[in-house]
């Protein structure tokens, strides 16, 4: 088990402007659409809590580059579908870091591509506690300090399969969906408090596990050959992804909660 209390072995800076800063945590934040999140982030003004399970090397180059963006950035070993090292890497951000005024929760694995009479119950517990449980675990715990911000955000990144619920996939499509009524009911509870939640919901994207979905359901070794046929003669990057919740937690949508954001070129598409 990781250990999310642990110091952080990465030094902390102090903040470039302590009145304009806010600390975002993403999980799954060192690799993929999360670390083009966080990256995004800091170059917005955000000091960010780098959240990984097991690739503490991509976490401290994701780390590496937010610094020499000017903020904070620490990198948190926690495996988030464990309630417990949940709540204990909510503690640790806000200790290291402050009060978290931007929650993304980036962090996901794919199911087995089986049909309902072959999936075990296992599976569908793994990725309901990954996806979904580790959201609520970190609502619970960040959003009281939250609420004493002058604003808070909180994003989920969801998928195109949350509306496709195409076969052999139980498993991600009960995930993804159980987590946008999440979103949906907290943004709900919590808009008095003048915090926004929001779902980004990508189709395929190119990133290690985009790139293993293609080769596992199509045989494609090279993700690139499906550019030609992509919206917009390309394959969805991480930081397409990173820009819209980049507006979405911007001033530009301070009148914005609520809602599911679709990043698919308009193609709807695998994710």
Do not use: W
């Amino acid at each position: 088990m990781t250990d999310p209390t642990a110091t952080p072995d990465l030094p902390i800076a102090p903040p470039a402007d302590p009145r304009s800063s806010r600390v975002a945590l993403v999980t799954g934040g060192g690799r993929g659409i999360g670390r083009a999140i966080a990256l995004g982030l800091a170059a917005d003004g955000c000091d960010v809590a780098v959240n990984y399970r097991r690739d503490g090397e991509a976490a401290a180059e994701t780390v590496a580059a937010i610094e020499g963006l000017g903020r904070r950035a620490v990198a948190f070993p926690a495996s988030v579908d464990d309630p417990r090292e949940a709540e204990a890497l909510a503690a640790a951000v806000v200790a290291a870091l402050g009060p978290v005024g931007v929650l993304v929760h980036s962090a996901g694995i794919a199911s087995r591509g089986r049909t309902v009479v072959d999936t075990e119950l296992d599976e569908v517990e793994r990725l309901m506690r990954t996806h979904v449980y580790s959201a609520f675990v970190l609502c619970k715990h960040l959003l009281p300090a939250m609420r004493t911000l002058p604003r808070g955000d909180v994003v989920f990144v969801s998928s195109v399969a949350a509306r496709h619920l195409a076969a052999n996939a139980a498993p991600y499509n009960l995930a993804k969906t159980a987590l946008e009524a999440l979103a949906m009911t907290v943004a709900k509870e919590e808009r008095a408090a003048g915090i926004h939640v929001n779902v980004v919901a990508p189709g395929l994207v190119n990133t290690e596990m985009g790139r293993r979905l293609v080769k596992g359901a199509l045989g494609v070794d090279d993700i690139g050959t499906l550019a030609a046929g992509a919206p917009f003669g390309r394959v969805c990057r991480p930081e397409d992804v990173a820009d819209v919740v980049r507006f979405l937690v911007s001033d530009r949508a301070g009148y914005v909660t609520g809602q599911v954001v679709a990043v698919d070129g308009g193609g709807g598409g695998r994710g």
